[in-house]
């Protein structure tokens, strides 16, 4: 059974670089049907999708941040992360990596959450 | 983007009742459509894509219909754990985005 996991710091200050892991198990992140993702909830609000990648290399990133998000894969430990540079208060949210179809991109296996604050 | 729209909000109802929400999409997206639940401190949980396609595992109360840009989620006889918000995702094109959500009430 596929199972996600968020890994991360907690408490990062503004200005400086939140930098989450997703580790896959039980199964390998090398799916060609499948994108990896990461979506953040802030508290009370609802969902917003941060991007995508497939392992092969394609990418995708919501334009609302920006130049700020980079997210990137790991085979040979099967993680994926998410760097999101220059945080304020407003990125403060819990957030989720998942499992998305390639062909219409739903997700379909979720990670628990990470909450992450900014604050100083 | 594609912005989607959910209404209501927020609905109030019983056990037993016929809910349906609706999603509006601010372009067409052919059948490209989920939909999701989520409760308090939990990650969102799939129940239906292409539109009408349930996700395997979920009860067959839950069922959606649409194409283009107006869709629906009904629960044809609610059930007390089906008290939570739900969020329609359209996945037509990246970036992909989420309806606000309509929160599901006890009456």
């Known amino acids: 059974q596929l199972q996600l996991q968020e890994s991360g710091p907690g408490l990062v200050k503004p200005s400086e670089t939140l930098s989450l892991t997703c580790t896959v198990s039980?199964?390998?992140?090398?799916?060609?049907?499948?994108?990896w993702g990461w979506i953040r909830q802030p508290p009370g609000k609802g969902l917003e999708w941060i991007g995508s990648?497939?392992?092969?290399?394609?990418?995708y990133h919501n334009p609302s941040l920006k130049s700020r998000v980079t997210i990137s894969v790991d085979t040979s430990n099967n993680q994926f992360s998410l760097n999101l540079t220059s945080v304020t208060a407003a990125d403060t949210a819990v957030y989720y990596c998942?499992?998305?179809?390639?062909?219409?991109?739903?997700?379909?296996?979720w990670g628990q959450g990470t909450t992450v604050t900014v604050s100083s | 983007d594609i912005q989607m729209t959910q209404s209501p909000s927020s609905v109030s109802a019983s056990v037993g009742d016929r809910v349906t929400i609706t999603c509006r999409a601010s372009?067409?997206?052919?059948?490209?459509l989920a939909w999701y639940q989520q409760k308090p401190g939990k990650a969102p949980k799939l129940l239906i894509f292409?539109?009408?396609t349930l996700q395997s595992g979920v009860p067959s109360r839950f069922s959606g219909s649409g194409s283009g840009t107006d869709f629906t989620l009904t629960i044809s006889s609610l059930q007390p754990e089906d008290f939570a918000t739900y969020y329609c995702?359209?996945?037509?094109?990246?970036?992909?985005?989420f309806g606000q959500g309509t929160r599901l009430e006890i009456k």
């Open positions: 372009q067409g997206i052919s059948s490209w």
């Open positions: 039980g199964g390998s992140i090398r799916s060609s049907s499948h994108y």
């Open positions: 292409a539109a009408s």
């Open positions: 990648l497939h392992y092969g290399g394609s990418t």
């Open positions: 998942a499992r998305l179809a390639v062909r219409e991109p739903r997700g379909d296996v």
């Open positions: 995702q359209q996945a037509n094109t990246f970036p992909i985005t």
